[in-house]
């Protein structure tokens, strides 16, 4: 493997959580649903590896972490992906996959599959805690899981652009998107619940490897509960074979 298909960094890999662009195109029309659209279009390669750690915070501004999760993390273009639970130990071998937003849970410890509902997605991932939400960590693309864009702002750096969901189940009444304009990778996203922000994701680190920008440090502020998780991404692999049955519904935890 050669350096340029691999980076040692800080960050994460995911459908969602993955954010990466490749070279951005030249760009006159400022219309928000035309940016999101190339925001999208540009995420992700064909199918992406790496390892993940998860680090959560027991306040905003607390300085030492109370618990680090490591994972697996694959996907497959910006719709699929799988992540597997590495340690602690007792929570190894649990695996998370998302197709399309639609996700399934196997739980090592009953050896059973479970499907997270619409309902279910606001809960945090693998039930491990943490602040980051199936919702947050899935999904279908922008363009798929948002609509009613409006471009708020502009400066010399960034869009400001607001998004409705489209499931009605959603945790959230709005997102705000901060993207930056000459890679076109969201630096910010904030959630809303009506007038209230509950949450920020901070997007910073980013990596270019092989033409691709991706942002290898993400914080979620949980401003409810002020508590916060971050999570980087070491050992990024783009475009490489991977067994289809990390996505098979009823093999990826085999």
């Known amino acids: 493997m050669t350096n340029r298909n691999k980076v040692r960094t800080a960050g994460f890999v995911l459908a969602a959580l ?3 662009v490749s070279a951005a195109p030249a760009f006159a029309d400022n219309r928000a649903a035309e940016i999101m659209e190339l925001v999208d279009e540009q995420r ?3 199918t992406a590896r790496s390892r993940m750690t998860m680090r959560m915070y027991r306040s905003l501004d607390a300085q030492t972490h109370d618990r680090e999760i490591r994972l697996l993390s694959f ?3 910006i719709e699929d992906s799988m992540m597997e639970f ?11 996959l998302d197709l399309s937003g ?9 050896g059973r599959v479970r499907n997270i509902g619409s309902s279910g ?15 947050d960590m899935g999904g279908s693309g922008f363009i798929t899981d948002y609509g009613e864009f409006v471009l708020q702002s502009e400066d010399e750096r960034r869009w400001i652009i607001s998004g409705i969901p489209r499931d009605d189940d959603s945790q959230y009444t709005r997102l705000v998107f901060h ?8 630096l910010q996203i904030d959630y809303f619940d009506g007038a209230q922000q509950v949450k920020r994701l901070e997007a910073s680190g980013i990596q270019e490897v092989d033409g691709r920008n ?17 999570i980087r991404l070491h050992d990024v692999e783009w475009d490489i074979p991977l067994n289809p049955d990390l996505f098979h519904p009823n093999r990826f935890h085999r």
Do not use: K, W
């Open 18 to 20: 993955f954010l990466c």
């Open 44 to 46: 992700g390669p064909e």
């Open 75 to 77: 996907s497959r273009g």
């Open 86 to 96: 590495v340690s602690p130990r007792n929570i190894a071998g649990l695996r998370v």
């Open 102 to 110: 639609a996700v399934r849970v196997f739980f090592p410890s009953t």
């Open 121 to 135: 997605r606001s809960g945090s991932v693998g039930g491990v805690g943490g602040d980051f939400s199936y919702e």
């Open 179 to 186: 993207i930056d304009r000459e890679l076109f990778v969201p």
């Open 214 to 230: 991706t942002a290898t440090h993400l914080i979620m502020h949980n401003l409810q509960g002020d508590s916060r998780t971050e």
